[in-house]
């Protein structure tokens, strides 16, 4: 049973503190996204890779938040230092090559700064 | 700049009954339109799709219609069941053009469906 596996399930940290969330995407898929779900914006993309090289990290905080691929089986998105408005729940996606949309969702970090 | 929208926060339907839930979106470049599920503490899961192509595509008790005209889209659930209840994001791509896959979501609808 593929799946996207991501931890930590759960988060809670101070203001100021280093977050890494990881991520496993599904074997053989070359697209990984990141997204975070807020009540005002629903899902937001962060970053994407294709094939390891990132694509697009537009939504993301530069100064703050870094999203890297070390390898095919491993997507980090890390926040440092992190605040209280990271505060969200934050998802990873697969999907294979020549991907239409259809995603597969890790079941996501959720994150809570004090 | 909020590219896909649905404009209604919740939703609450009788079992048995048909829900409606919409989407309006503002990118010409979308073509590919797509409807997720979500319930609590879980990732969201894809549920029907369509394709710019066409108008309607049905699957069971869901049927996604488009409009491309008025840069609308909707998800009809019918009968809905109490099991239907979750939250529902659109989602759109261009995927014709080069953005591998990535989807622009709206900010979802909870539906609630009473028995």
């Known amino acids: 049973d593929a799946r996207v596996t991501q931890t930590p399930r759960h988060k809670v940290t101070e203001m100021g503190q280093e977050v890494t969330m990881r991520c496993q995407p599904i074997?053989?898929?070359?697209?990984v996204f990141w997204y975070r779900q807020t009540m005002m914006q629903g899902l937001e993309l962060l970053a994407y890779f294709r094939n390891r090289a990132p694509l697009d990290d537009s939504g993301m905080p530069k100064d703050r938040f870094s999203a890297e691929m070390p390898d095919a089986t491993l997507a980090t998105l890390k926040i440092q230092p992190s605040e209280p408005r990271d505060s969200a729940v934050y998802f990873c996606?697969?999907?294979?090559?020549?991907?239409?949309?259809?995603?597969?969702f890790g079941e996501g970090s959720r994150l809570t700064v004090l | 700049d909020q590219q896909v929208k649905q404009n209604s926060p919740s939703l609450s339907v009788q079992e048995g009954r048909i829900s409606i839930l919409n989407c309006d979106y503002t990118?010409?470049?979308?073509?590919?339109f797509l409807w997720y599920k979500k319930y609590p503490a879980e990732g969201p899961t894809f549920l029907i799709s369509i394709s710019s192509i066409k108008d309607k595509n049905e699957d069971g008790r869901f049927t996604v219609f488009l409009n491309k005209s008025a840069k609308h889209l909707s998800l009809h659930i019918v009968p809905s069941q109490p099991g239907d209840s979750a939250v529902y994001f659109c989602a759109a791509s261009d995927a014709g053009g080069t953005s591998y896959g990535k989807l622009t979501f709206g900010q979802g609808t909870i539906l609630t469906v009473h028995p």
């Open positions: 074997l053989g898929h070359n697209t």
């Open positions: 990118n010409s470049m979308f073509d590919y």
């Open positions: 996606a697969s999907g294979p090559y020549k991907n239409t949309g259809e995603l597969f």
